[in-house]
């Protein structure tokens, strides 16, 4: 019996460093030039969002709605984001971005571990984080990987986003957010 924990364990441990590094260090590799999707100027005023949930098979199992209001305050973007879903009870998580420098952008949010780093180059913009969805319970963190892509109006963002543990797919979300 201990020696398959040992096997598991050692397995887990042997894919962390792979799954984090790639994490770590999103980039964008497609990408149009235009519209130019700066993060802080689109999520500044109010911008909502619909969409699903997919299980690792590809099958659609939860519908998510977001809304998110943003301010500039001190050159740091504060927003509050309500997640609404089909199947849990709203969450609430409020972010504060800020630019690094012209393409590098850290974030913070209630819920996350340590701070999302992401990069936009041209239309698209990509970061990642570690989300605590049970805060205080380190064994149910998940990284989060999301591929955002401003369209030709400047209003509309589509969001394709990764939920993994250990480095193995659990879910992804397609989103579309629109700013008002």
């Not at 799954?19 to 999707?37: G, L």
């Not at 971005?97 to 340590?114: Q, S, Y």
């Not at 400047?154 to 797919?169: H, Q, S, Y």
């Amino acid at each position: 019996m201990l020696l398959p924990r040992l096997l598991l364990s050692a397995v887990v441990l042997a894919l962390l460093p792979l799954s984090h590094a790639t994490a770590e260090n999103p980039s964008p590799t497609v990408a149009d030039p235009a519209p130019v999707f700066d993060p802080m100027v689109f999520f500044t005023g109010h911008v909502r969002s619909w969409g699903v949930f997919e299980n690792s098979g590809g099958a659609a199992t939860e519908i998510i709605k977001t809304e998110c209001s943003g301010r500039m305050f001190h050159g740091e973007l504060r927003m509050e984001q309500d997640l609404y879903f089909s199947k849990r009870p709203r969450q609430h998580r409020s972010w504060r971005m800020r630019r690094l420098d012209a393409h590098h952008f850290e974030a913070t949010a209630n819920d996350l571990v340590g701070v999302a780093r992401g990069e936009s180059r041209g239309n698209a913009f990509i970061w990642s984080f570690t989300l605590a969805t049970k805060p205080g319970h380190p064994l149910y963190n998940v990284r989060m990987t999301q591929h955002m892509y401003l369209q030709p109006d400047g209003r509309t963002m589509i969001n394709r986003d990764t939920i993994r543990k250990f480095g193995f797919l659990l879910a992804e979300v397609t989103e579309e957010f629109r700013k008002d």
